[in-house]
Nanobody
Framework: QVQVVESGGGLAQPGESLRLSCVASGPIHRINRMGWYRRIPGKQRGLVASINIDVVTDEITTNYGEFVNGRFTISRDSAKNTVYLQMNSPKPEDTAVYYC??????????????????WGQGTQVIVSS
């Protein structure tokens, strides 16, 4: 199966940039979507940003939560099955556990691909002075 591991969380002061990383590993055939979600205490997990790769055209689109307002940027290194979230100008209200989500196909047996939908364990981000 496919495993997803996040890194890069920690404590930051308001306005201090952070970069989160997420690596997907395993017998991956193709990744169709990589995204970041977050869970703020007392609230449901919500979308921060995602990169989507069209299965037919390979066209790439990105989506961001409304609260981002240009402060965060999602990017990926397809060769490394890695997605990044550059967090600029973080605010205390960005304090949350950030989760990576990866969707695609993996090689379940020779010449056969199966869908996967994997989440990481999360990385804590605390923005505080």
């Amino acid at each position: 199966q496919v495993q997803v591991v996040e890194s890069g969380g920690g404590l930051a002061q308001p306005g201090e940039s952070l970069r989160l990383s997420c690596v997907a590993s395993g017998p991956i055939h193709r990744i169709n979507r990589m995204g970041w979600y977050r869970r703020i205490p007392g609230k449901q997990r919500g979308l921060v940003a995602s990169i989507n790769i069209d299965v037919v055209t390979d066209e790439i689109t990105t989506n961001y939560g409304e609260f981002v307002n240009g402060r965060f940027t999602i990017s990926r290194d397809s060769a490394k099955n890695t997605v990044y979230l550059q967090m600029n100008s973080p605010k205390p209200e960005d304090t949350a556990v950030y989760y990576c989500h990866v969707v695609g196909w993996y090689i379940s047996r020779p010449n056969y691909q199966t869908n996967f939908d994997s989440w990481g364990q999360g990385t804590q981000v605390i923005v505080s002075s």
